[in-house]
């Protein structure tokens, strides 16, 4: 645990976190009067995600099942010890006593071990309505096969009876060995960690739980559950804590108000952790115990503390927005990081936290070497939006593939000293591996590295990302499944108006790519530094190494996707292929049609604003169908002036400085020998083509004279080998939808 947690959980699973329960035999009306509950050893406490001291703690157990930790636990008498019931049980089975130990006053998981003893488990005990994490009942008791040896730093903690009260608010404390951040296990030596957590009401953590998060999530709290964390995050018990204890001191003693039960990722905003409230179960854990003296301690609660504020149902919460990635106006980024490296020119990165720069390491390869770290780092300066004075470098840390792999170019640079986030700079969000950029997101193109400044307006930053099934298939994934929403991309994919400017090839600047959700702005991906004049663009994922730069900084701002509008059809869900790819690309038109002076009656050429052509076609005497990308500017629904010839396609020049933008459309011939028009070129491709039977409705809707192929009447397929389209294209499995399509009504005056 850390005061800085940012764990990966699996989308649609819920991530346990390990905690340990003990508990001992106790009549229901008396207490032992020889057990000292809930009083460690005087020591000082370091605040908040961070080494507890030895003997702080004396009732945090460690249970090992074979050699490693697995979950934590809390001795609650000489013989019992408090936990989680999914540390023990797989797929509804209970796991045997016999394969569990438990560790007893240790502080190191690497030694040394003084003070430290083992006891072998006799018996686990699970309530009977236990099934799994989420749906409650989550205690476990252990009974020690011999009682534990009570000293300094082995004391049991204090149980609060079923009418015990925590006043929300209250500053309690769990502990434990497991991750520091998502997926980041707690370093050598294996110190006990501490983090102070505030009690959350049940309305204002089912409020909070009640806000969507990844994929829409949502979760209805349980009677027995109880919350502890932050709206913000950044604080929380993580993966190995599980089974631990979450304790609070009252009148001189400390009770464990709860077991570490599991979480939504660690330290998520508006996620806090999810605790089995231990109150309700003292009678379930008096029983279990019956006759074996002497058992776990219920003091009585302090008289101030039972008549703590109530919470109504009714009360609203405090939602956490985004600490991260917000901007006056885009392209005016506060995020924005000039590293200055004497006798090199600067290079562009960003502020990933308050003390750290992301930046490529290609920038920098001229001053490092593979095993050691700059010579002259005293004397780099980075440059930092609203700063009067530039901060210097106290680290370089390349990622280990940086040097080979341009899809992990990137370095971070810590700042000697950390920057104040709310005087000027700001940090920009990180993605976690599992966000989905939603196709359709507006996103813009960020100065990277050391490329120079791009000419004309910033309009010509502004980008559109498209869909996965486009980038990942224009990119030669042939046949290859398309990465679902959960899973990270292979590229992204943004379409700009840079790139609709003929003749324009920016491939002396480098760039990232910023995509907004909800008015937060993430950095999503890295340019490829790629020479290419290829459109669109692919940019490699920042998700991806997100785990990287967590461990690294400890405190970059991560953060949960924000915007989940699928679409009335949830297509983005459904697993698409690539098509199969042919001498004449993925479908192919026959090589003799394309001989000179040989010319296709139903193609036309449309000539839009005077400076691009696309290709169209001809579906009925007034109708002509192109693709959308062509005709339409990005981000305008304003129709420009167009001009469409007939007759001609390809047989006449084009006017100087026009540039056809838009390959042919996907022709097949049925066996009669007419040809079927089945796809329009997708944006950036010769190759791949939108399927037009899907539009089968709307283009009859709109042009009554359409023909459409009777279902009867399907293409002709020949053998294999040919140069005409394949069956399976029939479907064109995965291709994008209506909004790549155009129709456009012709008029004499443009009809030639």
């Not at 908040?48 to 460690?62: F, I, K, N, R």
């Not at 934590?72 to 209970?94: E, K």
């Not at 100087?656 to 040809?675: D, I, K, M, N």
Request: aromatic share 8%; net charge negative; charged share 15%.
């Amino acid at each position: 645990m850390s005061q800085h947690l940012f764990l990966p959980l699996v989308i649609f699973a819920i991530n346990p976190i390990p905690r340990a329960f003990q508990d001992s035999a106790l009549s229901p009306t008396e207490e032992p009067e020889d057990l000292d509950c809930g009083h460690p050893e005087p020591s000082a406490r370091i605040m908040g995600g961070s080494d507890a001291q030895p003997g702080t703690w004396p009732w945090q157990v460690s249970l090992h099942q074979g050699r490693g930790h697995i979950c934590g636990g809390s001795l609650i008498a000489p013989s019992w010890v408090l936990s989680a019931a999914h540390c023990f049980v797989t797929n509804g089975t209970l796991e045997p006593a016999s394969e569990w130990s438990v560790l007893l006053g240790v502080h190191s998981q690497d030694g040394p071990l003084e003070g430290t003893h083992v006891r072998s488990v006799a018996a686990i005990l699970v309530p009977d309505n236990y099934s799994k994490v989420e749906l409650g009942s989550d205690l476990a008791l252990l009974r020690l096969a011999s009682p534990a040896k009570l000293g300094p730093t082995v004391r049991p903690i204090c149980l609060p009876r079923a009418s015990h009260r925590f006043v929300h608010g209250t500053a309690c404390w769990a502990t434990g060995w497991g991750d520091v951040q998502e997926a980041d296990p707690l370093p050598l030596p294996w110190v006990l960690q501490e983090v102070e957590l505030r009690l959350l009401g049940e309305a204002a953590c089912q409020c909070l739980y009640s806000q969507p998060g990844p994929f829409n999530l949502t979760f209805q709290l349980l009677p027995g559950m109880l919350c502890a964390g932050y709206p913000e995050g950044r604080r929380d018990t993580c993966q190995g804590d599980s089974g631990g204890p979450l304790v609070c001191e009252e009148g001189g003693r400390w009770f464990q108000a709860g077991i570490t039960s599991f979480g939504f990722g660690c330290g998520r905003r508006n996620r806090p952790g999810v605790f089995t409230a231990v109150a309700p179960y003292e009678t379930w854990i008096r029983e279990q115990v019956m006759g074996l003296e002497p058992g776990p301690a219920f003091p009585n609660q302090p008289q101030e503390s039972q008549t703590g504020p109530w919470e109504s149902r009714e009360e609203n919460c405090t939602i956490a927005l985004p600490e991260c990635g917000k901007a006056r106006r885009p392209g005016v980024w506060p995020w924005e990081a000039q590293v200055i490296v004497p006798g090199s020119r600067p290079c562009h990165g960003t502020l990933v936290s308050e003390s750290w720069v992301l930046a490529p390491a290609s920038c920098f390869l001229d001053s490092i070497t593979s095993d050691n770290p700059p010579r002259d780092l005293d004397s780099w300066r980075v440059l930092l939006p609203s700063r009067p004075r530039s901060e210097r470098v106290s680290r370089f840390v390349p990622h280990q593939n940086a040097t080979w792999d341009d899809a992990s170019d990137l370095a971070l640079l810590q700042l000697d000293a950390p920057v104040n986030l709310s005087s000027g700079p700001r940090a920009v969000c990180l993605p976690y591996p599992e966000h989905y950029f939603l196709p359709g997101s507006r996103c813009r193109l960020a100065r990277w590295g050391r490329g120079e400044p791009a000419l004309g307006p910033s309009a010509q930053f502004e980008a559109e990302l498209l869909g996965g099934w486009w980038c990942h298939c224009l990119y030669g994934h042939k046949g290859a499944s398309v990465p679902l929403p959960g899973q990270s991309p292979h590229q992204l994919c943004p379409s700009y108006q840079e790139e609709e400017e003929p003749g324009r090839c920016w491939n002396d600047s480098h760039w990232s790519l910023m995509c907004q959700e909800e008015g937060t702005w993430f950095l999503a991906g890295i340019g490829d530094f790629s020479s290419t004049c290829l459109r669109p663009r692919a940019f490699s994922p920042l998700q991806t190494h997100s785990p990287w730069i967590s461990h690294v900084t400890r405190g970059a701002y991560l953060e949960e996707q924000l915007a989940w509008d699928w679409g009335p059809d949830g297509e983005e869900t459904e697993t698409q292929t690539c098509p199969p790819h042919t001498e004449h690309g993925a479908c192919g038109l026959r090589p003799e049609a394309a001989q000179k002076g040989m010319l296709w009656p139903w193609l036309a050429e449309v000539h839009v604003a005077g400076d691009r052509v696309c290709t169209g076609i001809l579906v009925a005497p007034g109708w002509v169908l192109a693709a959308t990308h062509c005709v339409l500017r990005l981000g305008s629904t304003t129709v420009p002036h167009i001009e469409v010839y007939l007759g001609r396609a390809g047989a006449s020049p084009l006017p100087h400085g026009r540039l056809v933008t838009s390959a042919p459309p996907l022709l097949c011939q049925t066996e009669g020998g007419s040809w079927v028009l089945m796809g329009m070129a997708v944006r950036g491709s010769q190759e791949l083509f939108a399927a037009i039977g899907p539009e089968e409705a709307w283009i009859s809707q709109t042009v009554a004279e359409a023909h459409f192929l009777p279902s009867s009447g399907s293409p002709y397929w020949p053998a294999t080998g040919s140069d005409l389209c394949p069956p399976d294209l029939a479907g064109a499995s995965g291709s994008p939808k209506a909004a790549a399509l155009i129709l456009l009504l012709l008029t004499p005056l443009i009809q030639d």
